[in-house]
């Protein structure tokens, strides 16, 4: 999978839904935590077509390669971004599909938790 890295500093991609608003949301949080843009946010849509996922998901991507989906991928974003949010890593005590349900319940149902569908990010990640 190529890694379309905006610049050097940039080590993790995460791939997001850009038309859901509670997306959006959680990408303006990334953002003002990752103090040193070491994360690339980019839409679900710009996934190679060979990575047949649904818009239910997040991906994320190590400074490895390694590829993380659902609530791993959640955990791993946090932890990328530094400092206090390290401690999100204590949630792999969690049983795997426990933490994978839960996303998957908030994924299904987020555009009912939030109304509008319009996302308030442009996607040239800046």
Request: hydrophobic share 40%; charged share 20%.
């Amino acid at each position: 999978m190529p890694t379309p890295l905006k610049n050097k500093d940039q080590k993790y991609i995460l791939y997001y839904d850009a038309h859901c608003l509670m997306c959006s949301k959680a990408m303006q949080f990334i953002r003002k935590i990752d103090t040193k843009n070491h994360i690339c946010l980019l839409p679900i849509a710009q996934l190679p077509a060979d990575a047949a996922l649904t818009e239910d998901t997040v991906v994320f991507i190590d400074d490895r390669q390694h590829v993380y989906y659902f609530s791993a991928a959640v955990i791993q974003c946090l932890y990328a971004t530094g400092g206090v949010f390290r401690l999100v890593y204590v949630a792999y005590i969690i049983p795997k599909f426990m933490r994978d349900a839960l996303y998957k319940f908030v994924a299904r149902n987020r555009k009912r938790f939030f109304k509008y569908s319009t996302c308030s990010l442009p996607l040239n990640n800046k």
